[in-house]
């Protein structure tokens, strides 16, 4: 849905996985961090803001994954002048 529904629908699914307690479960396993991924790709720049807002409160436990660790760079990579939470 995310890559080949409409903008609407797209907007749709973003926010209810951004929801607070969905986004962490998603963060924190392999599929659900690729799926976030996508996310970013595809959303918004309001959209993109409000994630970067939302992951930031995750990432002191993000450090502590191997997946967390590469979407923390991932992260500072296209949006570098974003902190992803201390």
């Given at each position: 849905?995310?890559?080949?529904?409409?903008?609407?629908?797209?907007?749709?699914?973003?926010?209810?996985?951004?929801?607070?307690?969905?986004?962490?479960?998603?963060?924190?396993?392999?599929y659900?961090?690729?799926?976030?991924?996508?996310?970013?790709?595809?959303?918004?720049e309001?959209?993109?803001?409000?994630?970067?807002?939302?992951?930031?409160?995750?990432?002191?436990?993000?450090?502590?994954?191997?997946?967390?660790?590469?979407?923390?760079?991932?992260?500072?990579?296209?949006?570098?002048?974003?902190?992803t939470?201390?």
């Open positions: 849905c995310l890559t080949s529904g409409d903008q609407i629908a797209c907007s749709l699914v973003i926010a209810e996985l951004l929801e607070p307690a969905a986004l962490g479960r998603l963060l924190h396993d392999p659900g961090n690729y799926v976030v991924q996508r996310m970013l790709q595809v959303a918004t309001a959209e993109q803001r409000l994630m970067l807002e939302r992951v930031a409160a995750h990432g002191p436990s993000l450090r502590n994954t191997l997946y967390g660790k590469r979407f923390q760079a991932k992260l500072l990579k296209q949006f570098p002048g974003h902190r939470g201390d």
